[in-house]
């Protein structure tokens, strides 16, 4: 049974940093793509950012800059480095994880390209 579980979560101020991982089990992703995405309370939930199987990556604008998405494909594992974290980031962070197409270079963009899903990590950022 495939399971991503993210950790790393909590409540930092506005300027503080996070680092979120999610560890994937049950199968490897290493010649998937990788993201993460964030749900407000009362929001769609929303891209954030992604990494291929080759390890390129993408961002969304509010977070570009800011934000760092790695993996460790020795470990089946993921992480994002949130720095300069502002109010708005605060959402439930989602991992997600595809195995729809075999492309090194592919980076889903869309939550309905994605396979598997994590059960969230919550990240507040107080003003």
């Known amino acids: 049974q495939v399971q991503l579980v993210e950790s790393g979560g909590g409540l930092v101020q506005a300027g503080g940093s996070l680092r979120l991982s999610c560890a994937a089990s049950?199968?490897?992703?290493?010649?998937?793509?990788m993201g993460w995405f964030r749900q407000a309370p009362g929001k769609d939930r929303e891209f954030v950012a992604v990494?291929?199987?080759?390890?390129?990556?993408n961002y969304a604008d509010s977070v570009k800059g800011r934000f760092t998405i790695s993996r460790d494909n020795t470990k089946n594992m993921m992480s994002l480095q949130m720095n300069s974290l502002k109010p708005e980031d605060t959402a439930r962070y989602y991992c997600?994880?595809?195995?729809?197409?075999?492309?090194?270079?592919?980076?889903?963009?869309?939550?309905?390209?994605?396979?598997?899903w994590g059960q969230g990590t919550q990240v507040t950022v107080s003003s």
């Open positions: 049950g199968r490897s992703f290493s010649s998937f793509p």
């Open positions: 990494i291929s199987a080759g390890g390129s990556s």
């Open positions: 997600a994880a595809s195995d729809r197409r075999y492309d090194s270079a592919w980076r889903p963009l869309s939550a309905p390209d994605y396979t598997y």
